[in-house]
């Protein structure tokens, strides 16, 4: 599964099924974040439902494949949203994600994001640091790897390279573009992804690492004839949409 | 009314008046969709309001031209402010239109929409599975006629083709390209173009059919040269901005 | 400091101190603006945040290193989100920038504004429309000027030019396209740009003067290959990631 082209090709297959498929992935995310996340998974082949209302959430989650929780705003409605919606994909066994955004910053956020690892996420994706914001460990060492057998769960830290961890096996991928950090929600996005690819792949570390891949593969595809990060936003869709496995086979970067 | 070459003029002339006279359109729309309907209203000549803060709904509706009342969000304070908001409409005889998403996902919704159906919109667009939900009706029959006459109301069915009836005329629009379903709120902004239409066209019919005509026309000459959805969503933005009647008349395939 | 090549300059040194040092932003503005205005800040070097739940708002903005108060979207959760961020601000001796949105048409938002300007914002941005609701005067002729000498601040009217007094200077800035008024969010990103200027310029009327001049050299740039409003979004962000002191010098119309 380590070999470039084996993760390539689970990339492939897992595009192939999301096109075939359109699983519904209910996001909770932030209203920054919202349209680019729905505009990715729709590019990727999936369906985005986005609503956040406690009258409705449950059943929005429980019809849904996948749920991303996103803590881009974190307020009480938001709150007690995410806790009937984790109860509402646990209920159906659906998978879910964590992405723990900008817990660096607010104490109850980090405090909130352990609350909810205990709960048992599927995969927590998030960069550097939000990781040591989240278990105090040292994100370069082996904190992500030990954090994931804890909790039974995937670790995806993204960044310049990304890292996937299942606490046994390990993926570094380095593609990726810069002009991925100059796009708001790109990150969230990149959750979302992750949900929808754990919809066709029963394996959470390879769906993990298969999308992440998809997706920094798509950002240089992209990266190559835009003049900045407008043109990019734009273009890291349109990669998304036409990605194939002979592009994908070319340019992954994994080991 | 119904050769193409009418419905065309009737799109070409309800731009040039939209171009010319910048009706405001207040949109209660979902966090998702906003950006991107404040957009394409933009684009088409009109001015978007999109506040839903109820200290001030009556305010924003009261002196804008046309309402638009879209389920994308369903909570206390939304429905309140819908409530609020569609008074202030009637109250100055504004035309208003209702866009029931995601109705056949959470059955509160459904109840609701047919709240405000009872109150008498201008104009309903929704799709067939939102359709089927809201009326109980098979979408591909006569239902649609049936529901805008019990209504006294414009049904417009969006799709592969879009459909609309009032009842006693139906006009089928074989318009449009795949990748309008591929970006999010493209629907959203459809009906945000049909409330801003009926603010230079008092027959309701003709500036439902003239507006999603106008829109399909748009994404047709949008994809001719684009990659994928994420540089369509900006072409479509480009093509109604540019899109003149001798391409309307070009393009439009109506009966 | 009136010389355009002075301004010219002064624009360029506050992008290029803005990519080295990657201010904080605190956005409060509405979720219409909210996508667009993070974009715009992270082409320009900056880093947005957005939140405004109240139990974070103060966290948020006391580690940011400026504060833009947007009152695009106006009920009281808001408002006490903006009561908190602006108490957080001035204990930190933060720069912060009102802009007040839409004043013009609900009066509760105009008494708001008044409020707020009494708390001592470093720059107000805003149009004509919004000055004339904010202080009863006109903006065409020295009431600016007034206005800003009375509250110690700096009043930045954008339009088809941009006006910038501190109540002694004056600078009028004749770039810009008419694209820009086409584009949702155009003026609030806009007012942001202001406030990342406001962290690496201490002189705040050279800052709103050189980050209005490079955002509207921007938007004259990307317009020249562009189709329409959807095309040109992307294409400012662009000219923006890319903008340098040579093209700021050739272009800046400033008196």
Chains 1, 2, 3 share one sequence.
């Not at 984790?86 to 607010?106: E, H, Q, S, T």
């Amino acid at each position: 599964m380590h070999a470039p082209v084996e993760l390539a090709d689970s990339a492939a297959e897992i595009l192939a099924r999301l096109r075939a498929r359109a699983p519904r992935v209910h996001c909770i995310t932030n209203s920054v974040a919202q349209q680019y996340t729905a505009n990715v998974l729709l590019a990727a082949g999936a369906v985005p439902s986005m609503t956040i209302a406690s009258e409705e959430i449950v059943s929005f989650v429980a019809s849904a494949d996948a749920l991303l929780v996103n803590l881009g705003t974190f307020d009480a409605d938001r709150r007690a949203a995410i806790d009937a919606a984790i109860g509402a994909a646990k209920a159906a066994r659906m998978p879910w994600v964590l992405d723990p955004v900008f817990i660096d910053v607010a104490p109850t956020r980090a405090r909130f994001a352990r609350d909810l690892l205990a709960r048992g996420p599927s995969v927590v994706r998030l960069n550097s640091r939000e990781f040591a914001a989240l278990s105090g460990g040292d994100p370069t060492g082996d904190a992500p790897t030990r954090l994931a057998k804890a909790h039974a769960t995937i670790i995806a830290l993204t960044g310049g390279v990304d890292r996937v961890t299942d606490g046994v096996r390990n993926l570094v991928i380095a593609n990726g573009d810069p002009l991925m950090a100059l796009v708001t929600a790109m990150g969230c996005a990149g959750s979302a992804l992750v949900a929808a690819a754990l919809t066709v792949e029963t394996d959470a570390f390879v769906a993990t690492g298969g999308a992440l891949a998809a997706f920094a593969v798509a950002g240089e595809v992209a990266a190559q004839d835009v003049r900045g990060p407008g043109g990019f936003a734009a273009a890291i869709i349109d990669a998304l949409y036409n990605l194939d496995r002979a592009v994908l086979r070319q340019r992954a970067k994994v080991s």
